[in-house]
């Protein structure tokens, strides 16, 4: 089944902790990208993805970084979590020259 | 900054009449938009897009309009049902990017 696999779905922390959320697709897709989503602001960009080794910056990068060593991963990571952090994270794939994003199930993150 | 947003933040509509959702855009050199389907506790599902040297495309149930002139764009979903409940993202793809809107929650009356 196609699909993308984000870890862990949920998770509370504390400030500080550093923290890695997975995400992986199985579609041969180039293009990948994490967002996220917080009442009131809609779905904003962290970093995308438009092939292995390339990273760029969303709207809202800070605080957050990434890599993409591989086509299908496109981990998250965030180094030192603060509580400026808690939120609702998708992940999301595509071919490139398509809006047609492939979302992940989400990750509801916490930092106390 | 915010290039696309949408009118109004809820919409309630009859089981059975035409919803439309509508969405602005501010950036004119803009071509290419995209309609998600967001349900509770879900990723956003695409629904349609549409590229800027058309004014109108259709799928099943769903017909997106393009107006350039006025930097508009609506979702029209015919018949509306239950299943329709969720919440629907306008989305520009811009610079590699694709940006969103804050999102219309549709609310189906029985």
């Known amino acids: 089944e196609a699909q993308v696999t984000q870890n862990p779905r949920y998770l509370i922390t504390v400030t500080g902790k550093k923290l890695t959320v997975t995400c992986s697709q199985n579609?041969?897709?180039?293009?990948m990208s994490w967002y996220r989503q917080d009442p009131g602001l809609g779905l904003r960009q962290i970093y995308y993805?438009?092939?292995?080794?390339?990273?760029d910056k969303g709207d809202v990068p800070e605080g957050y970084k990434v890599s993409r060593k591989e086509k299908r991963n496109f981990p998250l990571i965030l180094e030192s979590p603060s509580p400026n952090q808690t939120s609702l994270y998708f992940c999301?794939?595509?071919?490139?020259?398509?809006?047609?994003?492939?979302f992940g199930e989400g990750s509801r993150l916490t930092v106390l | 900054g915010e290039s696309v947003g949408l009118h109004l933040p809820t919409l309630s509509v009859q089981e059975g009449d035409n919803s439309i959702i509508n969405c602005a855009y501010s950036?004119?050199?803009?071509?290419?938009f995209i309609w998600y389907k967001q349900e509770s506790g879900k990723g956003p599902q695409f629904i349609i897009d549409?590229?800027?040297?058309?004014d109108k495309r259709q799928g099943q149930r769903v017909t997106v309009l393009l107006n350039k002139t006025v930097k508009h764009l609506s979702l029209q979903i015919a018949a509306t049902q239950p299943g329709d409940s969720a919440v629907y993202f306008c989305?520009?793809?811009?610079?590699?990017?694709?940006?969103f809107g804050k999102g219309t929650r549709l609310h189906i009356l029985p």
């Open positions: 999301a794939s595509s071919f490139l020259n398509t809006g047609e994003l492939f």
């Open positions: 579609m041969n897709h180039e293009y």
């Open positions: 993805s438009m092939n292995v080794e390339v990273t």
């Open positions: 950036n004119s050199a803009s071509d290419y």
């Open positions: 549409i590229r800027s040297n058309m």
């Open positions: 989305a520009e793809s811009r610079d590699d990017k694709i940006i």
